[in-house]
């Protein structure tokens, strides 16, 4: 008994080939476009390199001399200032939790002001969503060194710069999720004679506070990165001690302030995650 035959996905492959064949050679002008653009990124990248005085023997000399400090590193140790690095660290998350926490407040009302289905006003519309790319295109550094010369030296500029920066970020998102929300749930509020600020508050809330908090949680765990690179500019926190041993090349605290840095952002990623997640899960099973 011979052994049953395959089945042929496609019998007439022949013919298609034969009745579509210009559509799979694809047409001179697009593979000329794919060509030039391929050329013109590998040429954009050779200028680059030359540019910017890219080097394999000095890349292979940093690797070696990044040898040499990887060794120095070994074993890491607090030395004698475990505590004071542990409230540093605390300081730092500290400062990206406030930070991170005002500007989701402050930004809230201009993410309804830039969103097209709630602002009819183009003008407050289009100035809002210009002030928020403003603040964003500005970054969280640059902000703690303006910071830093206002209010003076110390966490509460760490607090202003993450603050500032996000306003403009979580803006440009709550406007986002405000126009992806489906809009019957407010069109039902209206027609049941509520007002637009009802439609508002029992329409469109309710479908987009699960983003929201998702994406101020991740935020969180984003800035506490941010809050240990502007602590090295002396806005506070973690980061001012970072600076400080690589300075005077104490490699094994370095190390140990690198280890604990990561062990919090991964704690906090862990539990963000699983709020995020716990969040999400809850918004699918209210649809």
């Keep these: 008994m011979s052994a049953p035959s ?9 013919g298609v080939k034969l009745r579509h064949a210009q559509l799979i050679a694809g047409s001179a002008r697009g593979r000329l476009t794919t060509a030039a653009v391929i050329a013109l990124i590998v040429g954009v990248a050779l200028f680059a390199l030359l540019r910017l005085d890219f080097s394999v023997a000095r890349l292979g000399s940093g690797l070696a001399q990044l040898g040499v400090f990887l060794g120095l590193m070994v074993p890491p140790t607090p030395g004698t200032q475990l505590m004071q690095l542990v409230k540093a660290l605390a300081e730092t998350v500290a400062i990206a939790f406030l930070g991170t926490l005002l500007a989701a407040i402050l930004a809230a009302p201009l993410g309804f002001l830039a969103a097209r289905n709630v602002m009819t006003n183009r003008i407050v519309q289009f100035v809002t969503r210009r002030f928020s790319d403003s603040i964003r295109g500005v970054d969280t550094l640059i902000w703690a060194l303006i910071w830093i010369n206002v209010v003076g030296l110390g966490p509460f500029a ?8 996000d306003i403009g970020s979580f803006s440009k998102l709550y406007s986002e999720a405000i126009e992806a929300v489906d809009r019957r749930p407010a069109e039902g509020v209206i027609s049941t004679g509520g007002s637009k600020w009802h439609a508002i508050r029992f329409g469109i809330i309710p479908q987009v506070m699960p983003v929201l908090l998702s994406q101020v949680l991740y935020y969180f765990e984003s800035n506490t990165r941010s809050a240990t690179i502007i602590g090295i500019v002396g ?6 001690f970072l600076a400080e041993t690589i300075r005077t090349y104490d490699w094994d605290k370095v190390a140990f302030i690198i280890l604990m840095i990561l062990a919090t952002v991964a704690a906090i990623d862990h539990v963000s995650s699983r709020l995020r997640l716990s969040i999400v899960g809850q918004r699918a099973g209210s649809l």
Aim: aromatic share 4%; no cysteine; proline share 9%.
């Design 6 to 14: 395959k089945p042929v996905l496609f019998p007439d492959q022949s």
């Design 158 to 165: 760490g607090v202003l710069a993450i603050m500032t920066s």
């Design 235 to 240: 806005a506070g926190g973690i980061g001012l």
